[in-house]
Structures are given as C-alpha cells and as structure tokens.
C-alpha cells in the first residue's frame, strides 16, 4: 500500500522568506508520481508541481520547487520569497499503483500562514 | 475551456435523505475519482472509475455509490447510510496510464451539510 505523511501541520514563515513543507512517502512501485497542490479558504485543488520517480532533476515551477530525495523517499516542497497569498492549506499527494490501478494518494495537508 | 464542472457547490440534506452530486468532465480523461475531505483528515478517496461502466470503491466507500455511463460523466449519491456525511467533496480526473500522464485535475467541490 502506498502512504503520504506531512508531519507538519501547521507552518509560520516571515513575507519573502523561504520555507520547506515536509513530505515523506512510501511505495514497493518503482514508477510513481508526486504532486503538491494548494488549497487557499475557498477550497479549490491549485496545481503547483510534478516530480516523476525517474527524473533526474528536482522539479521547479517559479518560486516553487521540489527536493526529491528518492533514497530517503521525501519529496519536500520548498516556496521561496514567500508572499501573502501564499498562506493556504499545502497538500503532498503521490500517483502509484495500487492492486493494477495508478490512484492518487494524500497526505493530511500543512497550513502555511506568512506573517507581513 | 477544458475543466471539471461540480454542482452543487453547497447542499443541505434533512437526515434520511439521499442526495446526488454532479461531476462533468470536458477534458476527455478516463480516470476520474471522488474525494471526501474533512478538517485535519486531508483528502480520501471514495470511489474511483478508469473506464466507462466500470468503478472500484475506495478507501471509505461505505454510504456512498457512484455510476459510470458517459465517460464526462460520475455522480457521486450520498445515501442515507452514511453515517456523518457533512463534508466537503471533491471530484478529479487524469489521463489513465502511468504516473507520467500529468497533473490531476479537480473541481470546486461541493460542501455537504446535514441538517
């Protein structure tokens, strides 16, 4: 079975600077995705990035990028020069195959709140 | 534009009752899947469909059943049987295949709430 867990449930960060959402996962499959997505108070699934298991680099998509560390099987989200309108609830999900089918699993989420 | 459509966004149900949730698709993807999300518990899957007439339950499918006729197309109906249904649903879609076939996308959601 695969699993996420974000161990963070809440994070605090000063306007502009960076900050690093936890992400650990766990999979027998060696062909996956992992996906972090926002979710702001209005409840909508924004898609921020995409890390496939055979990609050799780390994922970037503007101020976001992901540390892929596959050996130790983390996939942390890090947002730079953070902004207001970065405060929103953070979810870690990963894409491998579970009994024939590829299903997108969640982890329980990290609230970002970035203080002025 | 290519998107999910889900209606309603908000719901009330009389307890007892069982209620449907709509989920439309234009992005002519083949998976689609139902989530249900409650405070501190992240996103759980219900139901899920890779091809048309065909869907597997999820990890808390009790309460719930979902139909696949059209591939645009996977309502979600909430029956009475659900035991604490109050929650916010979302549906979402991807391209079957492998983990490299992109991003999932979802809808608004809908917030349920039992009277």
């Known amino acids: 079975a695969q699993k996420i867990t974000q161990t963070q449930p809440g994070m605090f960060v000063q306007e502009k600077e960076a900050v690093t959402l936890d992400c650990t996962y766990d999979t027998s499959d060696p062909s996956y995705g992992l996906f972090w997505y926002k979710q702001p108070s209005s409840g909508e699934m924004i898609f921020l990035i995409y890390q496939g298991s055979y990609d050799q680099q780390n994922a970037t998509e503007g101020r976001y990028s992901l540390n892929f560390q596959k050996a130790r099987k983390s996939a942390n989200l890090v947002i730079s020069a953070s902004q207001l309108g970065d405060s929103a609830m953070y979810f870690c999900?990963?894409?491998?195959?579970?009994?024939?089918?590829?299903?997108?699993?969640f982890g329980r989420g990290t609230s970002l709140i970035v203080h002025p | 534009d290519g998107g999910i459509t889900q209606s309603p966004k908000y719901l009330f149900r009389k307890e007892g009752q069982n209620v449907t949730l709509s989920c439309e698709q234009n992005l002519n993807h083949d998976a689609m899947y139902w989530y249900r999300q409650d405070p501190g518990q992240g996103l759980r899957l219900i139901y899920y469909s890779q091809i048309v007439n065909d869907f597997q339950k999820g990890d808390i499918a009790e309460g719930y059943s979902v139909s696949r006729e059209k591939k645009e197309s996977f309502p979600l109906t909430v029956t009475s049987a659900q035991k604490n249904p109050t929650a916010f649903y979302l549906c979402a879609s991807i391209l079957a295949g492998g983990p490299g076939t992109g991003e999932l996308f979802f809808g608004e959601g809908s917030r349920l709430t039992v009277l």
């Open positions: 999900a990963m894409r491998g195959r579970s009994g024939g089918s590829y299903i997108p699993t």
